[in-house]
T-cell receptor, first 115, second 111 residues
Framework: QQQVKQSPQSLIVQKGGIPIINCAYE??????FPWYQQFPGKGPALLIA?????SEKKEGRFTISFNKSAKQFSLHIMDSQPGDSATYFC??????????????FGKGTLLTVNP | DAGITQSPRHKVTETGTPVTLRCHQT?????MYWYRQDPGHGLRLIHY???????DKGEVSDGYSVSRSKTEDFLLTLESATSSQTSVYFC??????????FGSGTRLTVV
């Protein structure tokens, strides 16, 4: 059972474009939704996270949009740069600690930003 | 990644042999996790720990065991390695409201 579904699997955009990565979840107990960025040969690194009490969160060029009723959230990267080329993972957990903060990850999106 | 060291970074082992991967943290974080990363599957939780000697299974725990005898070390053991356990293994820690911090991973090949 895949609790967090992520799409697309891969995405290619031109520099300056706005890639959008989407995730959908099933478990209504999830209340913490982070995005991780991973470069080849490295471990994933936390990029940005949101809780369901807000519909949008921005940090620099990265924005999470959250739709609680649809159980969907997405990552937008404004003015994308070749250095943003990486694999992006969405994730979800019961953030209050009831599940020991276990994260369930999507399968990842390989983003390529062409110069 | 600062504060988390995984060892070894690379390992090739034969089918049927036992293998132990080590995760060492210097941040005194309470929670530690082992994930495996495979193409098309993302990151899947193997086992996790919520304190010294307190561990529990994740979604893909079959064939794996863990131990945590002190806060800083979380060991993952493959009792008898199989080719299906060829993967990249990541350790992660969490403390309080902060997100996960991942190690740099161990690439394990079972031949």
């Amino acid at each position: 059972q895949q609790q967090v579904k992520q799409s697309p699997q891969s995405l290619i955009v031109q520099k300056g474009g706005i890639p959008i990565i989407n995730c959908a979840y099933e478990n209504t107990a999830f209340d913490y939704f982070p995005w991780y960025q991973q470069f080849p040969g490295k471990g994933p690194a936390l990029l940005i996270a949101i809780r369901p009490d807000v519909s949008e969160k921005k940090e620099g060029r990265f924005t999470i949009s959250f739709n609680k009723s649809a159980k969907q959230f997405s990552l937008h990267i404004m003015d994308s740069q070749p250095g943003d080329s990486a694999t992006y993972f969405c994730a979800a957990s019961e953030g209050s600690g009831g599940s020991n903060y276990k994260l369930t990850f999507g399968k990842g999106t390989l983003l390529t930003v062409n110069p | 990644d600062a504060g988390i060291t995984q060892s070894p970074r690379h390992k090739v082992t034969e089918t049927g042999t036992p293998v132990t991967l080590r995760c060492h943290q210097t941040e005194n974080h309470r929670y530690m996790y082992w994930y495996r990363q495979d193409p098309g599957h993302g990151l899947r939780l193997i086992h996790y720990s919520y304190g010294v000697k307190d561990t529990d299974k994740g979604e893909v725990s079959d064939g794996y065991s863990v131990s945590r005898s002190k806060t800083e070390d979380f060991l993952l053991t493959l009792e008898s390695a199989t080719s299906s356990q060829t993967s990249v293994y990541f350790c992660a820690t969490k403390q309080g409201a902060a997100g996960y911090t991942f190690g740099s991973g161990t690439r394990l090949t079972v031949v």
